[in-house]
């Protein structure tokens, strides 16, 4: 597949098959759990802190008509609303994808038991934020698992989905209107062209 920026052809290529093993994507399903206090993924995982809402594969509609899904965690027993920080990535919400700490030797240092197994990868782990009031977002990106489109990164086109998906998650019921980009990599370098598009709007 091609297609053109300017009079520049661009090549394409399909990403990772969702259906390969290692991509470690069970498919769209739409759903929302409550996680008890003390929840673990698996026995060696981190437990939660916190009663935590978990709202998998929510639909984030961006301004070309295209849907692409996040996750939620947001704590249950708080009667206000909450600040959301958003890790924004092609790598696999909330434990999917490819990419994780196994990968690196002796996992730099941290232990399977130190994180829940439910954070994306270079992003915060929703067990140690939801009990500090926050709720965490895990975004696919456009093109990634279960987001409709092409993958797009390091320009404007990338900025303006970030963008479409902050002003969406505002709007939601549960948060408070304030939202932060987290995560580092991809992640941070995204962010900058997510909130440059603040000063276009």
């Known amino acids: 597949m091609v297609f053109r920026v300017g009079n520049i052809d661009v090549l394409q290529k399909p990403t990772t098959p969702t259906t390969e093993p290692i991509a470690k994507y069970d498919g769209l399903k739409p759903s929302v759990t409550e ?36 996750d939620v ?20 919400k909330s434990g ?42 895990n975004v696919d990106a456009r093109g990634a698992f279960g ?18 998906a902050i002003e969406h998650l505002a709007t939601l019921p549960w948060c408070s209107g304030k939202i932060g980009l987290v995560g580092n990599s991809w992640l941070a370098a995204a962010q900058w062209f997510i909130a440059a598009e603040q000063l276009r709007t």
């Open 147 to 164: 987001s409709e489109g092409d993958l797009r990164w390091f320009g404007s086109a990338e900025g303006r989905d970030g963008h479409d």
């Open 35 to 70: 996680l008890p206090a003390g929840f673990q993924k698996t026995a060696g995982h981190r437990a939660f802190r916190a009663k935590t809402i978990f709202e998998k594969d929510i639909a984030v509609p961006l301004r070309d008509g295209a849907t692409i899904r996040a």
């Open 73 to 92: 965690f947001r704590p249950a027993d708080v009667v206000h609303k909450v600040p959301a920080l958003v890790a924004w990535s092609p790598y696999g």
């Open 96 to 137: 999917t994808g490819f990419f994780s700490l196994d990968l690196v030797p002796g996992r730099v240092g941290v232990s399977q038991d130190r994180l829940s197994g439910f954070e994306c990868f270079e992003g915060l782990d929703p067990a140690e934020w939801t009990a500090r009031g926050y709720a965490i977002v």
